[in-house]
């Protein structure tokens, strides 16, 4: 569990700072998705566990061409490598209770 925690609160940091850039960024062009900080969250997480993020990524890659900087850097420090650690953690744990 404690484990899980660190990686999961390191996960939130990172969200937490894109979602800052992303509302800032984003805010003022579709305030529906990146209004506020924690709309930002929330379209981040879409968007880290891959579901359509490819819907929130081209309206911004319309208005703002360098957009996609901004998605495929949160892709790739977020969801590739963050979510398979939690998925390692988990695996450990679930091996070391076997034994």
Do not use: H
């Not at 929330?42 to 703002?64: D, K, R």
């Amino acid at each position: 569990i404690k484990r899980v925690f660190y990686v999961s609160l390191l996960l939130f940091i990172i969200l937490y700072v894109y979602a800052s850039f992303g509302s800032i960024l984003f805010g003022s062009t579709e305030p529906e998705r990146w209004g506020d900080l924690g709309i930002s969250m929330i379209t981040l997480v879409q968007v880290l566990t891959l579901s359509s993020w490819e819907n929130v990524m081209l309206p911004m890659q319309e208005v703002f061409w360098c957009s996609w900087v901004y998605f495929y850097s949160f892709i790739a420090i977020g969801s590739i490598p963050f979510l398979n650690l939690i998925i390692a953690v988990l695996v450990d744990v679930v091996t070391n209770n076997k034994n």
